[in-house]
């Protein structure tokens, strides 16, 4: 199935050259090639059927139609080695060091911005920055607990920071499932690599919201906060309740009584220590921020404030991932670690600066342009595919608000073959890829080994979101 | 910090969350709903294919008196009254109570509490979700619907078997096993109830045979044609079937056998969350419980067989508010 | 000028209700010019009282009500010294165009948002005050209480506290908050930091509009004075008599009172204010304290509402269903 395998000139994950499969691919590689197609179409039904009896689905809104899927999984698994994870790994803790560091100093002393390594109008313009944590000093200093953190690989090979996720990261819960049914449907891949264990987990980030409960707490109460079943990752919510033996609950089981957060039980209530809160900010607390919010807790904010509930990730981590404030993440570790970044970032206009406008608004047909308000690949515009029309519009919307847009030259993801199933024939083909990692801070930083590889299932796609047609594979990191 | 494996003991004491509480009621209710639902309408094709030739009226009044099992009401469609109540009773998501609905209304509740119940019922439900909306379904409904009403009731049993082995006892399997009692209660007061309506005032109007049949068929609808066999053979006295579903002690189907079920959950409910209170709908259920434990046939003869289930079936209700207020409204 | 401020809101309710939550700023600020000698706060029913600062230095009570209830009482007394000092309009140094300021965190009353839109209507406005560079900044704000209060009419009934100023525009009529959004909008396109101010007047001689009650106006920040209380709803700046509660980027950062709570009644306030001249402070406000009113809760009430099945929960959730799809709660991450 991997005769007509065409490498098109992007770095192929697999194949040095045709017919050529780097060394760590090659035990996997021979074992695939060996197996026919009907074999191979046997495992695929049988990791799909794993997949939606489990429930094991997310949910897609559009139309006002919401559709249970699964998200696509992709057999062949990604392959990293050692070496290359090591570097992965300190470049990633690095990073969340700086981005925790920032934004304690942007909630008290916001010397990064006296000494205008960061232009104040930046944060002060962002709609993620929270005055209300202004002064408030957050448990352990540990702003960004849990962060994931998407990174794509160039022509040449090398990692790049594409962006970071640091309000609420989704998608580990795929992680850890996917390795489950790879482990289920082709047990022998695994015969010939040690490949590093992540079972661990729903473990580490127990610890990492037991680290910052409470000091009142000697036995910390620790729920997860979900807006429901209806959001898009309840799947997930609920996975992590479940692997970690804690509480799931909604905005409506909580309550304030005298400044702490209490659940409803059927004992009557019990009070919640730590909140791993999967709800953005504007929905934490209808009387802090947005009223129209049915999914929070009112008085949530002052609990918080008084230091009687903690909350993963903390409020106003918006400030740090914001696609606008991205660029400046290489001064951040320059300036508070005095240390050169490990993980470069992809280079990136800031359309707020008058220069790189210019640039911007001259090469739109050549960059990929990004609102920096938005997630999950909308508010995009991808130049080159783009038609004149919808350049124009988007050409418009950077005069009228240049704040809200940067862009960077189209990253020519790398690609890894995926076994692509047209017409009922099976074969592999190679298809763009990225790499989200989790992060956890608590005690010490967690860099779990792996993470979510997306891939985009569409022929010449770069866009890997699962909500534009993307799936997933299995993620290996190597012993050695 | 080191993580606390917890003890048996504070397992059962885990706090329950009034919300979780509340679906894992609804979701078991729900499944025995579908249950009954399902075997009401097996029941019936079959006996209509029994009874051979009977006067139109007679016929529509069989399936009409299945829709006030789930208080639905005839819809507005073409076809003959049976056609159209199967089809409602199946697969109308608009009629509250019907198969399809009850099993996403079970899987919504599961769904809800997934972090709380085990892989094997969330798998079961959430199977028979996508099963009973797919075309597969429609087509054995048509072509063999004895066999697609089995399946739905094969997934309550399955369902409730996995319950038993795979749920820890603690609260959240009382609250299971409760509403599974309540509902069943419930429900065999309605089946009875609409079996009277369906021949009792005609009955004079059949003959021996098809009398027999009729009651048969109720005892059917309540699952409990053999054990009803093995007690009383062939005699299908009117009382003795009363008494049978009502007072039978040891079957798990009669009334005072899932009063005793649901006394028993309840107040080892009590006991986990408030066990120096007195819960009201443990006083309500501890009432009805003696009254059956000390009732005699002839108590049920004098009130009525129809009347004395109004009142089993209003107490009960009244229970089940009261465990509403208690444990879910906190 | 010594005040004794009585500040009294009534909040009842259509039904019962529970688990109220609010957020109060009815304390005044302590500044340069006004003095806090004394704060009483009481509320009913009977609850636990939290009081911080927020990032504006403003200071929030807040607190819950958990139990069913259908009413809610807060009583704010304060004594208070106010000694602010009036500049001359017309003989002021700073011109226009103002430098940047240095301090960047002014940056916050410079550019628009919630209430304060900017819009052409607003410019058009703005334009025609024909400020030219050099125009002392004095005289600018002069002209714009002068446009704002012969354009526009004090009317009540016609704009909400939630009203954007886009509103105001349309309909020329407003209260306090629209004529203050307004000012702060003018300011801002101007480039002259502007704040929203929310407080209370007591009433001097010469009648002002909209002083019965609770009151807002502007602080304008001039390089050479600083902030410079002006109240364009009466054309005039701040005298001793305006007592100044909180002070923020608009309406949102300042609203003495936020709340939400459980339940579908419909509320009711009632906002009462009286003010007077003192010569000393008198023994019973000598202290600054927390005190319960007697209002009752309904602990048994839930016990009476019956629901019969979940097909409520299922409606409900169908209800958020749809609310959630728009908002999703974000993990789109």
Known sequence: ???????????????????????????????????????????????????????????????KLNVERIFPFDLVPRIITAREWDIIERGLVQRITALNLFCKDIYHDQRILTDRVIDPALIYGAKMFRREMIGFPVPRDIYIHICGTDLVRGGDGQYYVLEDNGRTPSGVSYVLENRTVMKKVFPQLFDDYQVRAIEDYPLNLLNTLSHIAPRHADNPTIAILTPGIYNSAYFEHSFLARQMGIELVEGQDLLVENNFVYMRTTAGLRRVDVLYRRLDDDFLDPLSFRPDSLLGVPG??????????????????????????????PDMIRYYLKQEPILPN?????????????????????????????????????????????????????????????AQPIVELSQHPSAIDEGGKLRFEGRRIDLRPYILSGDKVIVMPGGLTRVALRRGSLVVNSSQGGGSKDTWVLEE | ?????????????????????????????????????????????????????????????????????????????????????????????????????????????????????????????????????????????????????????????????????????????????????????DMTCRIVQARLDAFEEVEDALDAPLRTIQWMSTIRMCCGIEAYRRRFMADFDPLKVAGFIILEETFPRS???????????????????????????????????????????????????????????????EAGVLVQQTYFLK | MLLLITHNTELSYTEMISESVMELRVTPRQEMYQHRLSFDLAIGPPTSVNSYFDWLGNSVHSFTVNGFHNAIRIEATSVLEVDRKTIDLMDTNDRWPLEPPAD???????????????????????????????TPVGEIAFRMMQSVHDRFVYEQGHTTVSSPITDFLRLGKGV???????????????????????????????????????????ELLFPEFGWVALDPTNRRQAGNNFVTLGVGRDYRDVAPNKGVFRGRAVESMAVTVESTLLQQVPEELAAERLRPLPIPVYPGWARDRRILSNAFQVAKSAQQASQIAQQTGQSAQ
């Open chain 1, 1 to 63: 199935m991997f005769e007509s395998y065409d490498l098109t000139g992007v770095f192929d994950e697999m194949f040095e050259a045709p017919g050529a499969p780097r060394p760590h691919y090659a035990p996997a590689l021979e074992r695939l090639s060996r197996l026919d197609a009907t074999s191979f179409q046997r495992r695929r039904r049988m990791a799909d059927v794993t997949f939606v009896n489990q429930g094991i689905t997310f949910t897609v809104y559009s139309d």
């Open chain 1, 300 to 329: 949530l904010m002052n609990a918080y404030r008084m230091g009687n509930v903690s909350l993963a990730n903390a409020v106003g981590t918006g400030v740090a991932d914001d696609k606008a404030i991205y660029p400046f993440v």
């Open chain 2, 255 to 317: 009334i005072r056998f899932n009063v005793s079920e649901a006394l028993d959950a309840i107040s080892r409910i009590r006991k986990l969350t408030t066990p120096e209170t007195i819960d009201p709908a443990e006083r309500v259920l501890g009432r009805l419980d003696a009254d059956l434990d000390y009732a005699d046939l002839s108590e049920i003869a004098r009130v009525g067989f129809r009347e004395y289930l109004k009142s089993v079936q209003s107490r009960v209700h």
């Open chain 2, 1 to 185: 910090m080191d993580l606390m494996i917890p003890t048996e003991e504070s397992a059962l004491r885990r706090p329950l969350l009034s919300r979780v509480a509340d679906s894992l009621y609804w979701m078991s209710r729900y499944v025995e709903r579908a249950e009954h639902v399902a075997r009401g309408l097996r029941i019936t094709t079959n006996l209509l294919m029994d009874v051979g030739d009977l006067p139109d009226e007679l016929y529509d009044r069989q399936w009409l008196s299945l829709l006030s099992l789930v208080g639905a009401t005839l819809p507005d469609s073409p076809g003959d009254v049976g056609s159209r109540v199967t089809r409602t009773l199946s697969f109308d998501a608009g009629c509250n109570g019907s198969l399809v609905s009850s099993i996403a209304n079970a899987r919504e509740n599961a769904r809800a509490v997934r972090s709380e119940i085990s892989a094997e019922m969330w798998e079961t439900i959430n199977a028979a979700y996508w099963t009973i909306r797919s075309d597969e379904a429609r087509q054995k409904f048509e072509e063999q619907p004895e066999e697609f009403y089995t399946s739905i009731i094969n997934v309550s049993m399955l369902f409730q078997g996995q319950t038993e082995e795979t749920l820890p006892q603690s609260q959240r399997w009382m609250f299971v096993r409760l509403a599974k009692a309540l509902e069943r209660i």
């Open chain 3, 104 to 134: 960047y965190t002014l940056c916050d009353y410079m550019q628009f948002g919630g209430p304060v839109v900017d819009c052409p209507e607003l410019r058009e406005l703005v334009h025609d005050l024909r400020v030219r560079p050099g």
């Open chain 3, 176 to 218: 306090c908050q629209d004529f203050t959004h307004l000012f702060i909008g003018m300011a801002r396109a101007l480039g002259i930091p502007a704040r929203y101010v929310s407080g209370i007047v007591h009433p001097m001689k010469e009648a002002l509009r909209g002083t019965t009650q609770t009151h807002a106006w502007c």
């Open chain 1, 346 to 406: 992809v280079p990136t206009y800031v359309c707020a600066r008058d220069t790189d406008r210019k640039f911007v608004l001259e090469n739109l047909d050549k960059l990929v342009v990004k609102a920096t308000n938005e997630s999950g690949g909308y508010g995009m515009l991808m130049g080159h595919q783009a038609t004149q029309t919808e350049r124009e519009k988007f050409a418009e919307l950077i005069r009228e608000d240049p704040r809200n847009y940067i």
